[in-house]
């Protein structure tokens, strides 16, 4: 593994040319990801919970037109949508949040690829930032990750003291990226930064993943459910600020009688509305149901499919939901 | 938008009754008004939800006239009142939203009042006009993306596109 | 409970230029009447003349800017209410109010012409509805001696309860407050035809002739109805009812004198001061409450 | 809070509601809403000033009404309400979605909740809606429990933050909204916890017309915005759930507050305070001020 | 779908302003539009046959006509439609000339809003559905509101026609107003005299059930099928025992607490009485506010004397309900009240004729008592303070009427013509008198009146003075009058015996209230509001209500009679089919998605919405929803945009076709 040590000041000369370059530069500012000319503002603090809210929809927006169409008499004339193809580096995403595109990339790229998702996700620098600190919401070691993972991430940061940083290149993307700016950097000690990460601190692990598989199997009409249901207030908060959750609508929007667009619109499990058929019928006509196929669909459906848990062990849905329902209690307590 | 030419779209919400009816009497009477507002038939004024006012400015309407019989007279006895209170909300929310009172605008107006259709008419018009367009909403169709369609493929916009949807 | 809270309301005082000069005893007779009942005021400072006088009917903007310039002074000295004890003054005051509140355009002129803009809603009283916020359980609390000797005929005159739309305080056609008021000092009053009549004061200088046959009337059918005293609540027919009965004995030689007295200065009889204090002695017609009280009788 | 537990148990155990809707703790400054059926779990009920949620909103669901139907009648369902809760309770039964003798209130003379989870109560970390509330104690109830304790005082930010929108100018009013609706997502977590927010499918879930587009962008998020303000507007009792839920902090209880202003003003109506007066929405007065039509 | 658009030019209305061909070319460039065509005149047969052919060849589905306003040729277009085999609900019409090219004159711009009108009315038309009539059924009983001579009109048309009449009136004799009055203007023939032979004829009418001493308390239902609540008050006498022999009246110990409302309040009447000799029907009443018994608990004398035994104190108030197919409200007027009412400050009194304060400061109807030979001085004129018989009188006119400053802008219409009778009807009883009448104008529009008026002044020299009256006081048992002769410009004082004010006609005081029960507008002074000022002007806009006299507007007999009679002539066209067919424009409520919290009911003027139990395949109710009675749906639509959830819409106008038309601009 390449190591290097990059001084801070240094790393943000770098964001400045990457600004003048014209790139754009995501960073997390005041509890969310957001883009950043002034980089006197970027902290690059370790020690942050994860922003309100991932970088997801930089990469999958909330809403994106997907063509445009015109009626006229005879026919429906498309028009294509140009796609944009700006770079977007990311300094200092959480592992958590680093690892999102790696999971989600699955999904866009199964029997369809999504040229929406897969272009802008090209053009992503992903700059990871050791995490040092977690609350009660944080599952990240349950779920085959940890503070200190490097999954997702082009490159790492591991600071070492408070103007300094030990660098992990880790991809090609990464390395092509930082090779203009060889200059700043220094070559670096492994063993030290291996043992700051050792030192860190990690979240108890809740549950075993595999355990939960095999639950969640064997418990599709478990009672718990009900439970978690009648609290449940169906809100998709949980799905909304989730760094995997992908499920998207598409809806054509009129702009006159006879011009119109297609837009794809983030869409979540939990509403009543979504699986809701043409028919009236609604399979997941219950909550309880709709929080039978979040859970199975995080710990088993995507497992199964792609081999890869969807959930990050971030915890934004437990400490958004407005009743207070936390998903590792749930998965935790499954047994009991 | 070159502004000498600029025509102001007005959308009119007319009960059936008395409004509709008054501006047949204009009609009638050949009273003359500005050609801007286009009107749109409901039963009743107590009909019209405030949905409606937001896709006529969605659509590019520069202002909007309601209108219904006057207190008393309602056809349907009291349809007026509850409208009353309605737009009375309504207009107060989007006053504090910032949307200016002139661009929604209200009326009276009985199967009588021919002359008072034309000048209200013509006051809303004048009102929009010296507002100006309401680009303040109209922009937003296409704010979060770029215009269609052509336009579409400009860098510009597609910055824009980033911008906008940032959350 | 709204009277009290009405009676601890502070009042800004608005004299007008009769009180000053014409009219000073009921200046006095107020100032003194109100200080018993235990309301104070203060005078609006650097006040002006109110635009009665030929102003409203020559320029318009003139007469309200001046009405409105006082009650702007009032506003921005922090008064909430005021009292306007001359009938015309007070008509001024409320019809200028009532032209700002309702013709945006006057208002915007008069704000120009006075460089200011109004903001409270500053509250106009004429003395009869001074006297109905303070109470006329007030008076009867603190009266020292009861003037059940005197008959009186109340006059309103023609400005002090219109136009009806705008003083809400009285009817304009029969009204009864300052029966009301008069009747809490113990006096007995008339039930008679002229109390909204006009009293001529508009051609109170130039054509005495006729001042003195509308005033001769109202007299005579006080008179009439057996009153022994009429009482005003305005500077302008006070001086056609008082000063001009001299002139009246020239046309109408059997004129008998009759005294008019303000109504501050019947109550302050009854509370106990005398005719010197409130000023009753500055009248053309001579009044002393003692004259009246038949001889033995035990009061005073 | 031993009374409390000991109330619910036995309203359990008589069988007089089928459940009990109430607060457990979760952690020292976090309760989290907890329906309760066996006797045995009412020891897990609490009441604090951390009680954030309004539970009012749990009365609606239908598949709580379902688990409180018999064959033969319907169970009451008893739901802890802070006085400032039992508002909604009032309007939904004045909107018909519940009946006063099927519900049985438990309710506490309130002195306030902390702002959100995790912060110490204090004049600080008050939530916004307790400072200048009114209702210390419930106007409606069946059962009472707590002592009347002393609010601590703050300042109401909210209201000043009113002014100052009503300050600007209109296009800086329409600028300072564009910004803050430009953030939602369309999560419609505000629309979740409202507990006026009741309908079987939302407004801007139908499609046939499209009466608000349910894509985030600009337009939609104005249209949404506008109109659930406006749905609420007469109604909302000021609970401010909305705005506690919202992930992306829009100032939702902003406009809930203005209009409810409103409505004081002109129709001297507060919504959820008594059963006995008329709807706002739905009633008319003849008197109803006239000026804005011509 | 496949759409006809239709330009008219209706002959150059339209053309001359509007290029029609060029809105009907670009029309056919529309998705949708099979056939456009522009045609001199649409409405015409020719016109009307190019429609059905089109219909016919084109196969469409649905037509737009660009034409004139829908109120003048919805119904021709849609007949049109209906003959060429498409649904009558699928036609659309542009308004092109009253809204279009009759108010704007630059052609170019015309002729884009004409086009932008019709491209509206083609993306509503592609959402229109078809609509089928809706078919109630009709019960055949009319209620009849009020028995005065409006009322007892209608009832006798109607049961003479062969349906069944209830008539209520809330006073304990019918006759109204009418049975008041001395002699009518312009033939000067008595009144009673020819009113209580039809009083009789209702009262033994087998078809026509009279409720007196009775109030309508609620109506419910829709035309043809009102379901009415009627409150009979207690009168304390078993109206079936009762003789009317008036045994109890003349032994009631309590003569002089009560006045005489009959008599204008210028007479007494006894605690147990009949308002009159010639009252219908001819059963007394107890009046409890000063029955000595209902006071104290004693007496009973009336008890004693009746050998009937009809006497019952224990009687209470009943409640009936009828079902009813139409109503007729006749409810009448009353006079301004000149005296100063705190209470009700809406009209203001005249303060300057004294409030009522001098005796013989009397209205309109009081004179007609004293005039009248059944009158408290059977007809001798005696005026009523000390009952000298007045040496001079003063009528004084619009009083109330016509005078803003009071309250009132409207003419009482009747005035003028009855100050003139019973300024004649004084001359003719005191010769040696005088009578003034001040006026603003005589306003004398009618068969024989302004002869009638005429004669008042030439024949019995009634001095008629062209100005108003400022003020009236008392002196020396004299009414002093002053006023002004606008004519000579010179202020008047006379000192008048009596004086008559002929006070504005006003709605009774409950009309308002009435109005509500009933669910029929009325104008801001409370008269009931008729559904067209000159089509329809006895038709109210609630279907299945009509109006019939001065409950509408100031009128005189002949008028109220007339009004009556076209009023039953409705009623009776209502009633002469077994079902009604009603316009399918009604709101319709979306079970699955209804919540339930019934805003619509408390928002619907007409009580159409009712509560609909949605049961789960268990049978237990789950939800409570709206439901819209399509027989009493007028298609208001103020449902559809008071529902939060958007579950209601109005057929006809749904919220799809609007937000259609809302994208077309």
């Known amino acids: 593994m390449d190591e290097k040590i990059i001084l801070k000041d240094d790393l943000l000369r770098i964001c400045g040319d990457v600004i003048d370059k014209g790139h754009i530069l995501l960073c997390p500012v005041m509890n969310e990801y957001s883009i950043v000319k002034d980089f006197s503002r970027i902290k690059l603090d370790a020690s942050a919970l994860p922003a309100g809210t991932s970088f997801k929809c930089y990469v999958f927006p909330k809403t994106e037109p997907v063509l445009y169409y015109k009626r006229s008499k005879s026919d429906v004339q498309l028009i294509d949508v140009n796609i944009d193809r700006k770079n977007i580096v990311i300094l200092g995403a959480k592992p958590c949040d680093a690892n999102s595109l790696n999971i989600m990339k699955h999904l866009f790229n199964w029997d369809y690829s999504d040229e929406f998702f897969n272009l802008r996700e090209k053009n992503f620098i992903i700059i990871g930032l050791m995490c040092s600190h977690y609350d009660e919401y944080c599952f990240c070691t349950s779920v085959d990750s940890s503070p200190v993972s490097e999954k997702g991430s082009d490159i790492f940061l591991i600071p070492v003291d408070e103007n300094k940083f030990a660098m992990r290149i880790i991809t090609e993307k990464g390395s092509e990226f930082i090779s203009p700016y060889a200059e700043y950097l220094k070559t670096g000690d492994e063993n030290i930064s291996k043992q700051i990460t050792e030192n860190v601190k990690l979240p108890k692990v809740a549950f075993d993943s595999n355990e939960v598989y095999e639950w969640l199997g064997e418990n599709f009409e478990s009672p718990k459910w009900e439970g978690i249901g009648n609290l449940c207030l169906s809100c998709a908060k949980c799905a909304f600020v989730c760094p995997v959750c992908h499920c998207f609508d598409i809806v054509d929007e009129d702009y006159s009688y006879t011009e119109g667009r297609r837009m794809k619109n983030w869409d979540g499990c939990q509403f009543g509305n979504f699986t809701m058929h043409a028919s009236g019928h609604n399979p997941r006509d219950i909550q309880s149901k709709r929080y039978r196929q979040r859970v199975n669909h995080k710990f088993r459906y995507y497992v199964d499919k792609f081999g890869e848990i969807l959930c990050t062990g971030c915890g934004r849905c437990s400490r958004g939901c407005p009743v207070s329902i936390d998903i590792k209690e749930i998965v935790s307590n499954c047994k009991d | ?167 | 409970m709204n009277l009290l809270k009405e009676v601890f309301m502070k009042y800004g005082y608005f004299p007008g230029c009769s009180q000053t000069g014409s009219a000073k005893e009921y200046d006095i007779s107020l100032r003194k009447v109100i200080e018993k009942l235990g309301v104070s005021f203060d005078e609006i400072e650097d006040w002006s003349c109110c635009g009665a006088t030929s102003a409203h009917v020559t320029n318009h903007k003139l007469s309200t800017a001046l009405a409105m310039r006082n009650i702007m002074l009032a506003e921005q000295q922090g008064m909430e209410n005021i009292i306007a004890p001359c009938a015309a003054c007070y008509n001024r005051l409320i019809m200028s109010q009532f032209e700002i509140a309702n013709h945006s355009g006057i208002r915007k002129e008069t704000e120009e012409l006075l460089s200011a803009s109004f903001q409270k809603d500053v509250k106009v009283f004429n003395v009869l509805e001074l006297f109905l916020n303070i109470g006329i359980d007030k008076i009867i609390e603190n009266r020292k001696r009861e003037l059940n000797d005197l008959k009186v005929a109340c006059y309103y005159g023609c400005l002090l309860v219109r136009p009806s739309g705008l003083t809400k305080f009285d009817d304009a056609e029969q009204p009864e407050s300052m029966e009301k008021i008069a009747e809490a000092t113990g006096a007995k009053t008339i039930d008679w035809n002229y109390k909204v009549e006009c009293c001529g004061a508009a051609h109170s200088i130039a054509r005495r002739d006729i001042v003195v046959d509308l005033s001769k009337k109202i007299l005579d059918d006080a008179k009439y109805h057996g009153a022994n005293v009429m009482i005003v609540a305005c500077p302008m027919c006070h001086t056609n009812l008082d000063m001009r009965q001299r002139v009246m004995k020239r046309t109408y030689p059997e004129h008998e004198d009759f005294p008019v007295l303000y109504i501050t200065e019947l109550i302050g009889l009854a509370l106990g001061m005398d005719e010197k204090e409130l000023g009753i002695d500055l009248h053309f017609i001579d009044f002393n409450y003692k004259d009246l009280v038949p001889e033995n009788s035990g009061v005073g | 809070m031993k009374e409390l537990r000991e109330h619910a148990k036995e309203l359990l155990e008589k069988g007089e509601v089928s459940a009990v809707i109430g607060y457990s703790q979760v952690s020292e400054k976090r309760t989290k809403p907890i329906i309760v059926t066996d006797p045995q779990d009412t020891d897990q009920l609490v009441f604090n000033e951390y009680c954030l949620n309004n539970l009012a909103v749990y009365l609606t669901k239908a598949r709580i009404k379902v688990s409180c139907r018999t064959k033969d009648k319907t169970l009451k369902l008893a739901v802890t309400a802070k006085p400032c809760d039992v508002h909604s309770v009032v309007a939904l039964i004045q909107e018909n979605q519940i009946h006063r003798e099927d519900i049985h209130i438990i309710s506490f003379n309130c002195h306030g909740v902390a702002k959100d989870f995790g912060f110490e109560f204090s004049g600080d970390n008050i939530a916004s809606k307790c400072i200048n509330c009114e209702t210390h104690k419930p106007l409606y109830f069946d059962k009472i429990f707590g002592e009347e304790k002393e609010t601590p005082k703050a300042s109401d930010d909210a209201m000043e933050r009113i002014q100052e929108i009503e300050r600007m100018s209109h296009q800086e009013r329409f600028e300072f909204f564009k910004n803050e609706f430009d953030k939602c997502i369309k999560c419609y977590a505000c629309r979740a916890v409202c507990p006026l927010c009741y309908c079987q499918r939302c407004i801007t879930d139908k499609t046939i017309p499209r009466w608000i587009e349910s894509s985030s962008h600009m337009r939609g998020n104005f249209a949404w915005n506008i109109v659930r303000a406006f749905h609420l507007s007469g109604r909302c009792t000021g609970c401010g759930e909305c705005e506690r839920a919202c992930p992306v902090d829009i100032p939702l209880s902003l406009l809930n507050r203005r209009m409810a202003i409103k409505a004081k003003k002109s129709f001297s109506y507060v919504s959820g305070r008594s059963l006995e007066t008329p709807t706002l929405v739905g009633s008319f007065n003849e008197k109803d001020n006239d000026e804005l039509f011509m | 779908m496949k759409i006809g658009v239709f330009i008219c030019h209706c002959g150059e209305n339209i053309s001359s302003t509007v290029d029609c061909p060029r809105v009907a070319k670009i029309c056919e460039s529309y998705p949708g539009v099979e056939y456009s065509v522009d045609y001199k005149y649409m409405c015409s047969d020719p016109g009307q046959n190019l429609i059905r052919e089109a219909i016919q060849l084109y196969k469409l589905d649905a037509i737009v006509i660009g034409s004139c306003s829908p109120h003048m040729h919805e119904r021709t277009f849609r007949n049109a439609a209906f003959s060429a085999g498409i649904n009558p609900f699928m036609v659309e019409i542009a308004n092109l000339r009253e809204h279009c090219s009759w108010v704007h004159d630059d052609i170019e711009s015309s002729t884009l809003k004409a086009i932008e009108l019709v491209r509206m009315a083609i993306e509503k038309v592609k959402r229109d559905k078809p609509l089928s009539k809706i078919n109630v059924p009709v019960t055949k009983r009319v209620l009849v509101i009020g028995g005065g001579i409006a009322g007892i009109q209608a009832a006798l048309d109607v049961a003479n026609a062969g349906y069944e009449v209830v008539l209520v009136e809330k006073e304990p004799s019918i006759g109204g107003h009418m049975s008041q009055l001395s002699e009518t203007f312009p033939t000067l023939d008595c009144s009673q005299c020819i009113l209580t032979p039809r009083m009789v004829e209702v009262h033994q009418h087998p078809k026509i059930k009279l409720l007196t001493y009775s109030e309508v308390v609620k109506v419910e239902g829709f035309i043809g099928n009102f379901k009415v609540t009627i409150k009979k008050k207690a009168r304390h006498i078993n109206e079936d025992l009762c003789s009317g022999c008036g045994m109890c009246i003349s032994k009631c110990p309590i003569k002089k607490k009560a006045y005489n409302s009959f008599e204008e309040d210028l007479a007494f009447r006894s605690a147990v009485y009949i308002p009159f000799s010639q009252a219908i029907p001819n059963i007394p009443v107890i009046d409890e506010t000063v029955c000595t018994y209902f006071q104290t608990g004693k007496c009973g004398m009336c008890l004693k004397v009746c050998d009937r035994g009809a006497i019952n104190f224990d009687q209470k108030d009943t409640v009936m309900v009828a079902d009813i197919g139409a109503i007729i409200v006749a409810t009448g007027y009353k006079l301004y009240d000149i005296e100063r009412k705190s209470a009700d400050l809406k009209y203001k009194g005249y303060g300057e004729y004294g409030y009522g304060k001098y005796r013989d400061v009397i209205d309109g109807l009081q004179f007609e008592r004293i005039a009248s030979a059944s009158g408290p001085t059977s007809g001798e004129m005696k005026r009523p303070s000390d009952g000298k018989e007045p040496k001079k009188i003063v009528f004084i006119q619009c009083v109330g009427s016509r005078d803003d400053s009071k309250g009132i802008s409207y003419c009482s219409k009747i005035c003028c013509m009855y100050t003139a009778k019973q300024a004649m009807l004084y001359r003719h009883k005191v010769h040696d008198g005088e009578a003034y009448v001040f006026y603003m104008d005589i306003r004398a529009g009618g068969k024989m009146y302004e002869e009638f008026v005429r004669r008042a002044i030439e024949e019995d020299k009634v001095k008629y003075i062209r100005g108003r009256v400022s003020r009236i006081y008392e002196e020396n048992g004299k009414y002093i009058v002053k006023g002004e002769d606008t004519i000579a410009g010179m202020p008047v004082e006379i000192d008048a015996d009596m004086v008559v004010l002929a006070t504005a006609m006003i709605p009774q005081d409950n009309a308002p209230a009435l109005a509500r029960t009933i669910g029929i507008p009325y104008d801001k002074y409370g008269f009931f509001n008729e559904s067209h000022p000159k089509l329809k002007p006895v038709e109210s806009t609630t279907a299945g209500v009509f109006l019939a006299g001065a409950c509408q507007s100031p009128k005189d007999i002949p008028e109220s009679v007339a009004m009556a009679s076209a009023a039953a002539c409705k009623t009776i066209i209502l009633l002469s089919s077994d079902t009604l067919e009603r316009e399918p424009v009604v709101a319709k409520v979306n079970e699955d998605l209804c919540a339930g919290c019934f805003y619509c009911q408390k928002v619907c003027p007409f009580g159409a919405v009712e509560v609909k139990d949605v049961k789960d395949i268990n049978g237990i109710v789950y939800k409570e929803v709206a439901f819209i009675n399509q027989g009493v749906c007028q298609g208001c639509g103020t449902c559809t945009a008071t529902c939060l959830s958007k579950s209601i819409e109005l057929s006809g106008f749904n919220n799809e076709e609007i937000f259609a038309e809302i994208a077309a601009l």
């Open chain 2, 1 to 167: 938008m070159d502004n000498q030419k600029w025509e102001p779209k007005i959308v009119a919400f007319v009960c059936n009754w008395c409004t509709y009816t008054g501006a047949d009497l204009a009609g009638t009477s050949r009273m003359k008004y500005p050609a801007n507002t286009k009107m749109i038939r409901v039963m009743c004024s107590g009909s019209v939800d405030p949905v409606f006012i937001l896709k006529a400015f969605e659509r590019g309407a520069d202002g909007i006239l309601v209108s219904g019989c006057h207190p008393n007279d309602c056809h349907y006895n009291a349809g007026n009142f509850h409208a009353r209170r309605r737009w009375d909300f309504f207009h107060e929310l989007l006053d504090f939203i910032g949307i200016e009172k002139g661009r929604l605008q209200f009326s009276w107006i009985s199967a009588s009042e021919g002359k008072k259709f034309a000048d209200v008419v013509s006051k809303v018009t004048k009102d929009i006009k010296a507002m100006g367009p309401f680009t303040n909403y109209q922009k937003m169709n296409s704010e979060f993306t770029a215009l269609f369609p052509e336009e579409a493929n400009a860098d510009s916009e597609i910055i824009n596109q980033i911008k906008e949807t940032v959350l």
